[in-house]
């Protein structure tokens, strides 16, 4: 499923797409980041070891402070799920 377009970035788990303004995803980084981020919000592992993780399972790069952004966005949007 195609993902629109909407910063010059491309996010961790997608790819530019043949279709100009779109993005595919990559579902083998997109599950590597799920598992990645349960290790995270249960504790066993700190950012810096989970974005050091993720590059060597996955071979591209993300920064913990980028990781930070996505598992906090994950966060809030999880509490405002509940309420």
Known sequence: ML???TTSTIPFGYRESDEKGFLE???SELTALKETKQHIL???LSL???S???EHKT???ISYVGLKKIVD???TKALLDRS
């Open 25 to 27: 995803p990559i579902e």
């Open 42 to 44: 249960n504790g066993s």
């Open 3 to 5: 993902k629109k377009r």
């Open 48 to 50: 810096r070891g989970a």
């Open 59 to 61: 071979g591209r790069k």
């Open 52 to 54: 050091e993780q993720l």
């Open 73 to 75: 966005k994950d966060k």
